[in-house]
């Protein structure tokens, strides 16, 4: 009876190391559990605040790129007026004026064959007086100071019409109200793709559209000229950096399709206007 006894309390003994161990272990693994819960979310926190110190730099970054492109463009537009005002004001003055003085000593001194001859060689004057104010007008367009990027745009479109080649220009819903440097970026972005259809493409047919749904501009230009080979056009090349410089400062996208049949290039900006 004694021994039975005694068995009976070695297992109860034995049973209550047990279940301390077990509680033991349970703790240890509560506590191993809660180690690990709390060293996920420090690193998940950690992870959030490195995302979001990157964040912050790339912001700084895009404000910086920003503010130092809008300085260059600023710039070029400032020496493109003083240019063009130098031309037209300038030099385009003194070529009228030496117009109307050799008209003035022709008519006194020239006469017959002499003074027929004298004025082809007057009109060839003449002819690039006027050249040399429409290089002024399209360093700084006087219609966009004037009247505005549609009228600006279509005049565009006017110059660069040939016998050869027909530029359909549509407008749609354009603001009026667009700030001064946003109209000469989205002009100078046309200007540019213009020039180069024009210059490179062979085409017959351009057709151009600008259309504006609040904040957002966009620009479609397509050609029915011989396309080209992406991988040929020079990424570095002046015209395009300066397109993709203006598209960058209206934090937009550009999307080029080509093929034999033609190019088709669609812009999108944002103008941060309403």
């Known amino acids: 009876m004694q021994k039975k006894k005694q068995k009976e309390l070695e297992v109860s003994k034995k049973n209550s190391y047990l279940w301390g161990l077990s509680l033991i272990l349970l703790l240890f693994l ?9 060293y996920r979310n420090n690193r998940k926190l950690s992870e959030q605040k490195e995302i979001n110190l990157q964040q912050k730099i790339n912001d700084i970054k895009q404000k910086e790129e920003l503010s130092l492109t809008k300085a260059i463009l600023d710039g070029e537009e400032r020496e493109r007026e003083r240019i063009a005002k130098d031309l037209h004001d300038g030099l385009g003055g003194m070529l009228a004026g030496v117009k109307i003085n050799f008209s003035t000593w022709s008519s006194n001194n020239l006469a017959g ?14 002819n690039s007086v006027s050249e040399l104010r429409h290089i002024a007008r399209n360093l700084m367009p006087e219609s966009l100071l004037n009247f505005g990027l549609e009228t600006a745009l279509r005049d565009l479109c006017d110059f660069y019409t040939r016998k050869n080649l027909i530029i359909d220009f549509q407008p749609l819903n354009i603001n009026k109200k667009l700030s001064l440097s946003t109209q000469l970026s989205i002009y100078r972005i046309v200007q540019e793709l213009l020039a180069n259809a024009v210059k490179h493409s062979e085409a017959t047919n351009i057709l151009l559209q600008c259309s504006q749904a609040e904040s957002a501009f966009f620009i479609t230009i397509e050609d029915n000229g011989k396309g080209f080979q992406k991988d040929v056009v020079q990424p570095q090349s002046m015209g395009l950096r300066n397109i993709r410089n203006r598209i960058n400062y209206l934090q937009g996208k550009m999307e080029i399709s080509t093929d034999h049949d033609g190019t088709s290039i669609n812009i999108e900006l944002n103008t941060h206007e309403n």
């Open 30 to 38: 509560t506590l191993v559990i809660f180690l690990y819960i709390l």
């Open 113 to 126: 064959e002499k003074q027929q001859e004298f004025y082809r060689i007057l009109g060839q004057l003449d």
